[in-house]
């Protein structure tokens, strides 16, 4: 670290920031080696942040400015199997053009941690949210997180090197952030000081799997069918691993920087005697409790269930929250086309996870507020009156349900 950054992260501070400003600090608090970057909407107000912090000597590293999507994956890909701990980040088709490097990443084995900046895929094009673009990897190896605030941002994304670095995992990790409604909106933001992030993130340490010229290894071998099994059980047994991984690091989290969740997984919400849950991922949390505050109020016993992290997937405790209820209602930030009940990704993931229950609730899908349209209250309302007349009939009439679209 420069003298400027330890200057600069001294001591523990408050900031009005974005949730992409608060990925940046954490690129500086984390002392990433190496920075890609390329401009793309929402996602371009991080690397503008990075490189003011490198601009004033409050962040040393290597920020690379490259010519496309492809190459800045392709970058950081290598910079991570040297032994760099590696930062960067794309949104929309940008994501989709940097596929090849993505999925390369993945399988191996190298601990990328990357933002999407969450947006419409094109065409036609958007700038607001949709979560297509990052459940895009979600087969491939990458851990995959939905964060909610921009606090949850920095936290995340340091608990994203702590978690993909450490030797039991090695997979890449995604942080997403819905695209305006947190890359862009500002909020308070406890940024921690320098010796307590020294303190819970130890040096990237690749091992006997650093490609240097004193130990000749094989990078991305052509096995064929003789290893190809072997290795994506490999990469399976590393995301199952991650599953004990991950709440060490949030243990470890809370003990040294004093705050954390109850769950690394999950929020729950007024869920305890809920007959209704809802549930959802990302900045969908802050309209749906508004109107869950308002329908409890009424004597609506409702409650609300936010998946934090959707790969791993967290069955266990998501079939603990849900067991007990009468009806869910899924409401999706993306599309699924041709799936199951022409429902949402999450939503059929959630109704696989509950296949084994012996009771199960009534399950509904709801698609909402594509393209960053706003979720209102009132579109709440409806999920929940359409969750409530499948428990009074006992049956579901339409399965999926497209809220807020014009005829």
Known sequence: ?????????????????????????????????????????????????????????????????????????????????????????????????????????????????????????????????????ALAVRDLGWMLYWVATAQEALDTALLAWKIAEDPRVFLPFAVSCDGSFLTHSQAIVRVPDNKKVRQFLPNYNRGKLQLHPDNPITVAPQVNEDWLMEIRRQT??????????IPEAYDEFKQVFGRGDPSPWIEEFMTEDAEIVLVGMGTLAMPVRVAIRRLREQGKKVGFLRVKFFRPFATEEIRNALSHCKAVGVIDRDYSYGS?????????????????????????????????????VRDVNQVVDMCQKAIDTGKIEQENTWIAVRE
């Open 1 to 133: 670290m420069t003298t400027t950054q330890t200057q600069l992260f001294q001591t523990e501070k408050e900031e009005l920031i974005s949730g992409s400003e608060a990925i940046a600090i954490a690129c500086a608090l984390a002392d990433v080696d190496v920075i890609t970057a390329y401009p793309i909407r929402p996602y371009d107000t991080v690397m503008q942040y990075v490189s003011k912090l490198k601009a004033d000597g409050a962040f040393d590293c290597d920020f690379i400015v490259a010519e496309s999507e492809h190459s800045q994956f392709e970058i950081v890909k290598h910079a991570s199997a040297v032994g760099a701990r590696t930062f960067c980040g794309s949104s929309g088709v940008g994501w989709f053009y940097a596929m090849e490097a993505i999925t390369v990443t993945a399988g191996l084995r190298l601990p990328v941690v990357a933002m999407v900046g969450n947006r419409a895929l094109d065409d036609p094009g958007a700038f607001g949210v949709e979560h297509n673009d």
């Open 236 to 245: 399976n047994e590393a995301m199952l691993r991650a599953t004990q991984v």
């Open 340 to 376: 199951p009940s022409f429902g949402g990704v999450l939503f059929n993931d959630l109704r696989a996870a509950l296949y084994p229950l012996q009771r199960h609730p009534l399950m509904l899908s709801f698609i909402a507020g594509l393209g960053g349209r706003e979720v209102m």
